[in-house]
Each structure stands twice: as structure tokens, then as C-alpha cells.
Nanobody, 122 residues
Framework: QVQLVESGGGSVQAGGSLRLSCSAS????????MGWFRRAPGKEREGVAV???????TYADSVKGRFTISRDNAKNLLYLQMNNLKPDDTAMYYC????????????????WGQGTQVTVSS
């Protein structure tokens, strides 16, 4: 049974930092590309960052230079370091697993976590 469990969300002021974690189980973790997505109130779910099996990374333009995605294949963990947070980053953040490449297309991701809330106040 595949499980993805996010943690690390919270409330911070603009300019602050958070690190999200995602614990994966039930599949060969290193075989998948892993991604972070977010959904803000009233908006569609959007891709934030993805890391491939070979550690290559892709970021949404809105987070480049502020967010860093990383993975620990030995511990089946995925991370998202978020710095210089802005109120527009407020959203529910989800991790997801894909075997379709390294795009930020949510349709390519097969398994999803339940999400962790990030709230950034001005």
C-alpha cells in the first residue's frame, strides 16, 4: 500500500522559512520522480518543484531561487526548503510520485499525499 505523508507546514511571516518533509512507503522510492504541488484557496493545484531519479530538478518560475527540493533515497524522504516566503505562497502543499518523467504536470503523478498547510502572513 503506497503512502505519502507530508509534514512541516505551519504559519510564518513573510520573509520566513519552512522545510516540508514527505515520507514515502509501499513502493520503490528511488524509482520514482517526486514532486511538490500546492493548491491555494480558489485556485487549481499547481506544480512547485520536481526531482527526478537522477536528482535533476525543475522549479516553477514563481519559486525559483527561493525553494529547494531534495530527496534522501536511503530514508525514503522528500524535502522542500522554502525561504523568503511570501503571502502568495499560502496554500496546501502536497507531495506526489511519478514514473512519467520530470515535468510539473500533475496528470503525470500517480500517488498523492494528503497535504500540509502553509500560511504566510504579511
Amino acid at each position: 500500500q503506497v503512502q505519502l505523508v507530508e509534514s512541516g507546514g505551519g504559519s510564518v511571516q513573510a520573509g520566513g522559512s519552512l522545510r516540508l518533509s514527505c515520507s514515502a512507503s509501499g513502493y520503490a522510492y528511488s524509482s520514482a520522480s517526486m514532486g511538490w504541488f500546492r493548491r491555494a484557496p480558489g485556485k487549481e493545484r499547481e506544480g512547485v518543484a520536481v526531482i527526478g531519479r537522477d536528482d535533476t530538478r525543475t522549479y516553477a518560475d514563481s519559486v525559483k531561487g527561493r525553494f529547494t527540493i531534495s530527496r534522501d533515497n536511503a530514508k525514503n524522504l522528500l524535502y522542500l526548503q522554502m525561504n523568503n516566503l511570501k503571502p502568495d505562497d499560502t496554500a496546501m502543499y502536497y507531495c506526489a510520485a511519478s514514473w512519467e518523467g520530470r515535468s510539473l504536470n500533475k496528470a503525470d503523478f500517480r500517488y498523492w499525499g494528503q497535504g500540509t498547510q502553509v500560511t504566510v502572513s504579511s
